[in-house]
């Protein structure tokens, strides 16, 4: 036993003398857990958020929630004497006369972005190699709910200080409230406690962006980590590995020390950055006053997908007994979110749903293997990404010398083409590298070494695949989809319900039909034969020609000029 | 045989470059005498200076803005350009357009873009004049308008972001409009061009005449924009003072990408 498990033994000793939780302890700290890169991305989520929480109680101390108009007299010349909120000359202070002020707002502000970062491409991970699947549908629900608490405390925390840009965010986001038939207007004068801007949002925000928000974070990420825990992580296939074990390294000691070291490098990253490169330099925007505006006026990067379809939306508006219905506000930005948060939400039961799999999966798909689904997540980023191109118009006009109207009018139209197109692309590229896969099983791998047999044929060298490789390969589900149903039963009466199950039959077909089947038993006996006997020809020739000339690409090719000596 | 033929054309370069030489400097001497190149003048438009300038003009100008400078329209048919009427524009609109690069226009595009001048001072000076005896026009700022030692900073700051920042960013880095129009960066112009881009008004840019913004305002918000030019960046590198769009264009590439990089490290196999 080494020193360290003994130490980590006589700790917890220490600890179930007190708590009587060795049982617990035991077990977790010998947990263990499948390696990949692509696991640590939610861990990069985690490790900003506790950033954001540490600087963000730094600026509590200095900022003070208040609307209250004063008069500037701080150390940044060109605002001095200029009219503002305590929370926008607090913030100013904060910047420019609190030590290591600047340094603690740029750190949250850049972990903020950072989190949301980690957390979108977490949530990609998750999704194409499915692993929200059965058990885990709960935990994908609860990650959604992460990202939508992330989204709205940064949002918070972005009209915090009172400034041009966040001042001009809230009045997009009351005019969005406004544009909510019925409720719109008691909705917003209830946010805001009456007409906008009032006098109220700043410490109501506070409030949201410090308690509420960051509380509710914390109880999700609790429940999430807690259902990873004892749902255990789901592992890549590979050799050994199988739906019902998890092969990889213990928690105490490997992943202890990966984790914490990882920590300290999101840490350190975070940091350097925030050293180096300004976030949100507000002194330069100004004290907020509903008649001004800036060029350049953009949300933070996670809600410019919003802004983009709000850019993007043509101006539909009806009239419709007095009351005017703003198409142009609902749609862009509460129509579209709406879709898109419910979708996502429940695309592990919509799955599930269309292809009738109800069984546990612990092992994840490789994308390729799952064509449809890929496709799907890959036309929902191509559909993200265009909105996300619109929220940035005007620079990308201005950058690349092009009519901001004619991206508008690209993207109008590219939200309808350019989605499904990439969803064609992905299953089709997906569908190659399941005909390659097969191949690889069927013929193994090229060895890009020319031999001419002695009756002048000249044939490629093919090399069995690694057992690695193999049981990668092998691991292939087949998925077969499932059968039309039966109209009629034996007494010819209709079924009930056959229309549901004929529709559920198209949709499983439109997931499965397609998938290349794994080579069959015979098949990869007979092909296994063959390669041996391909091996075989070949080597007596080998064995008598040693003279072997690398060719340029550094292949090998026999060499008949020398076949004499 | 090679070597002579090859000797041959070189004294025929030899030839064709004195040549050059001589008829380009004899051009050089003509001209000069011809259109002597004038001395600033202080004088409000001197006759001579007057005449320099309407030679100018019609040499660099009237193609497009016609003979008089009463403006010429637009010939679809023969696909010819035109140019808008002089009479009225003033000595600040000539020096604003000549002395950004803006005129001569180097193509009719959506819009005049910036570029270094071809004319020198004393020529647009000479251009100015002439163009202001077309008649009364904004004249360019005196010294004293433009004098910013006991400026308002807190003042131009806030006309800045009222009148100049939803078009010229908050930090008059410049902005897009419509159909590839733009409003450009402010971190080139002068203080006398900002002040005669104001009382002229050029291509989308509304007048803001002394009365709209008197000039006491006037010079604080110069002042204030010098002071953007010169104010050092003090959260570290700016990334063109262009908002969240090119933060997050730097968190997505550089950002993120490291940390995953990290991540791909420390979950590499060991082998």
Known sequence: MSATVKTAGKSVRWVDDRLASSNFLKRSMGKVFPEHWSFMLGEIALYSFIVVLLSGVYLTLFFKPSMVEIVYNGSYVPLKGVEMSEAYASTLDISFDIRGGLLMRQVHHWGALFFIAAISVHLCRVFFTGAFRKPREMNWVIGVGLLTMALLAGFAGYSLPDDLLSGTGLRIAQGIMLSIPLVGTYLSFFVFGGEFPGTDFVSRLYAVHILLVPGLILALLTAHLIMVWYQKHTQFPGPGRTNENVVGYRLMPIYMAKAGGFFFVVFGVITLISGLVTINPIWLYGPYTPDQVTAGSQPDWYIGWLEGALRMMPNVEWVIFGYTISWNILVPAVIIPGIVFTLMGLYPWIEQWATGDKSEHHLLDRPRNAPVRTALGAMALSFYILLWIGGGNDLIASFFDLSINAITWFLRIAIFVVPPLVFIATKRICLGLQRRDRDKLLHGMETGNILRLPHGEFIEIHAPISDEEKAVLMSKPDRIPLPAPEEMDENGVRQPGARMHRLRAKLSNFYYADNIPLPTREELEAAEAHLRHEVEEAAPVMEEDRRLVPAHDGSVLHDPLNDDK | ?271
């Open chain 2, 1 to 271: 045989m090679k070597k002579r033929s090859r000797r041959r054309s070189f004294g025929a370069g030899i030839l064709m470059g004195g040549a050059l030489l001589l008829v380009g400097s004899g051009y050089a001497v003509v001209n000069a005498e011809t259109t002597p190149t004038p001395e600033p003048i202080a004088a409000e438009g001197s006759v001579e200076q007057i005449q320099v300038g309407r030679q100018l003009f019609l040499e660099g100008c009237s193609s497009c803005h016609g003979l008089e400078g009463q403006g010429i329209e637009a010939d679809n048919a023969t696909g010819g350009n035109g140019g808008p009427s002089l009479i009225g524009v003033g000595e600040a609109a000539v020096d604003f357009q000549v002395s950004t690069g803006r005129m001569p226009l180097a193509v009719p595009d959506a819009q005049a873009a910036r570029k270094p001048p071809i004319y020198s001072q004393a020529e647009i000076d000479a251009m100015a004049a002439y163009i202001a005896t077309l008649g009364p026009g904004p004249a360019n700022p005196t010294e004293e308008e433009l004098d910013l030692e006991d400026a308002n900073l807190a003042e131009g700051g806030e006309i800045f972001r009222t009148n100049c920042t939803q078009c010229h960013n908050f930090a008059g880095s410049g902005g897009a409009l419509t159909n590839g129009q733009y409003a450009p960066s402010l971190m080139d112009a002068t203080p006398e061009q900002i002040w005669q881009a104001m009382v002229t008004g050029p291509q989308q840019m509304p007048v803001f005449s002394n009365e709209t913004i008197t000039p006491e305002e006037k010079k604080n918000l110069i002042a204030y924009i010098e002071s953007l030019k010169v104010e050092p960046n003090n959260g570290g590198l700016a990334l063109g003072r262009l908002g969240p769009v090119t933060e997050g264009l730097f968190l997505w590439t550089a950002g993120l990408l490291s940390l995953i990089a990290v991540a791909v490290w420390i979950g590499a196999k060991v082998r």
